[in-house]
């Protein structure tokens, strides 16, 4: 089974990202083995301290390595997408080896799937700036991208509900991901 790892891009307890994952990786289950990457405690980026590779980042970049695929889950913040997520990102797409251009890292050529739940415009701008970003830094964005419009009940109860075209939407984007991972 291919190995897919699940990015949420929001830390907050009761998060509507993190929820929409739960749901992806049940559409998954048994076709995928599914893990939740932890970047917490990555440090911001810094290039005095890019070698030797720290600990914290060389575990992250591990992890993303050892994935077939990385599937992230993020709210839009202001227009974009959320400065932690920027921040991973930057740490990915830098070679382990100062200087060292030549060598893949470990985001290069990585299938990347994007979805996000947010207000009125279901993150529309922050997939489009990732998708922008992604494709930058040599990852290989799938096409196929749910956004979720929060339904205003979500914002009274914390819990995510979904339309069933958004549960659709989910459900295929998944099938293209395995469809890709798989091929
Ligand atoms: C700093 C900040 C900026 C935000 N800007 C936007 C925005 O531009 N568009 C949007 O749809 N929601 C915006 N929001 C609202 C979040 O997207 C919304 O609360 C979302 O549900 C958070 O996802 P989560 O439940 O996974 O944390 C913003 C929230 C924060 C904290």
Redesign the pocket.
């Known amino acids: 089974m291919k190995k897919i790892l699940f990015v ?5 307890e ?7 994952a739960k749901k992806a990786e049940a559409l998954l289950q048994g076709k995928a083995e599914v893990k939740y990457l932890d970047y917490a405690a990555l440090p911001f980026v810094n290039q005095d301290k890019e070698a030797p590779e720290q600990a914290e980042v060389a575990r992250v970049r591990a992890e993303i390595a050892a994935a077939d695929g990385v599937w992230i ?8 997408y ?1 400065g932690h997520v920027k921040n991973l990102l930057d740490w990915l797409s830098r070679p382990v080896i100062p200087m060292d251009y030549a060598t893949p890292t470990c985001i290069n050529g990585k299938p990347v799937a994007l979805s996000g ?7 529309a ?2 997939r489009a700036k990732l998708t922008e970003l992604l494709t930058f830094i040599k990852a290989d964005v799938l096409p196929e991208q749910t956004g979720i419009a ?1 339904q205003p009940e ?1 914002w009274t109860t914390d819990v995510l509900l979904l339309t069933d075209e958004d549960t659709q939407h989910l459900a295929a984007e998944a099938e293209a991901f395995l469809k890709k991972l798989n091929a």
């Open positions: 949420v891009g929001s830390w907050r009761k998060s509507f990202n993190r929820q929409l889950f993020t709210p839009e913040y202001n227009f974009s959320p739940a947010g207000g009125k415009a279901a993150t701008q922050c929060l979500c």
